[in-house]
T-cell receptor
């Protein structure tokens, strides 16, 4: 079974600075997807960024980028120019690409605080 | 607008009662999921359904039941057998194997009183 680990229960960053959230995962599969979801105080889950395992290029979405290291099974999220609205719980998630393994596996989350 | 609607937003249950949480989607998605979220923990899978009239247990299915009679609907019943049902429940859906992203509802907060 796949597992996802986020070793930082809480992080803080100064507004306008950069912060990196860590995620590692364990799988024996070669084809899969990785995600970062954001959960603000409203508790609505919002997709931040996704990465296909077969793509070597790291995904980028505006101020959000990932460092995907497939061999190391590492998938960190970098938030640049942090804003107050970035304060939230961030969940790393894994999803198999095989038809019979379509479920998502979530990490325990990292609570990010943004300091003005 | 397409999306997933969960209701109610807050639900209170007396001990020994069954309650049903509603999840409806108009995204024409095949797969639907129920997750439970407790403080300090990630989302844990309760049940999932990949097609109508079929569903599978997730990691923490004990004390819960579901049905999938329509593509749009995937209600979750929390039975009296669930020993600690107070939690936040999230419903999600995906379009299929090539549609990688999960779309989530806004959640239901269930409290046992």
């Amino acid at each position: 079974a796949q597992t996802v680990t986020q070793s930082q229960p809480e992080m803080s960053v100064q507004e306008a600075e950069t912060v990196t959230l860590s995620c590692t995962y364990d799988t024996s599969e070669s084809d899969y997807y990785l995600f970062w979801y954001k959960q603000p105080p409203s508790r609505q889950m919002i997709l931040v960024i996704r990465q296909e395992a077969y793509k070597q290029q790291n995904a980028t979405e505006n101020r959000f980028s990932v460092n995907f290291q497939k061999a190391a099974k590492s998938f960190s999220l970098k938030i640049s120019d942090s804003q107050l609205g970035d304060a939230a719980m961030y969940f790393c998630a894994y999803r198999s690409a095989s038809f019979y393994g379509q479920n998502f596996v979530f990490g325990p989350g990292t609570r990010l605080s943004v300091l003005p | 607008d397409g999306g997933i609607t969960q209701s109610p937003k807050y639900l209170f249950r007396k001990e020994g009662q069954n309650v049903t949480l509603s999840c409806e989607q108009n995204l024409n998605h095949d797969a639907m999921y129920w997750y439970r979220q407790d403080p300090g923990q990630g989302l844990r899978l309760i049940y999932y359904s990949q097609i109508v009239n079929d569903f599978q247990k997730g990691d923490i299915a004990e004390g819960y039941s579901v049905s999938r009679e329509k593509k749009e609907s995937f209600p979750l019943t929390v039975t009296s057998a669930q020993k600690n049902p107070t939690a936040f429940y999230l419903c999600a859906s995906t379009g299929g194997p090539m549609d990688t992203e999960a779309f989530f509802g806004q959640g239901t907060r269930l409290t046992v009183v």
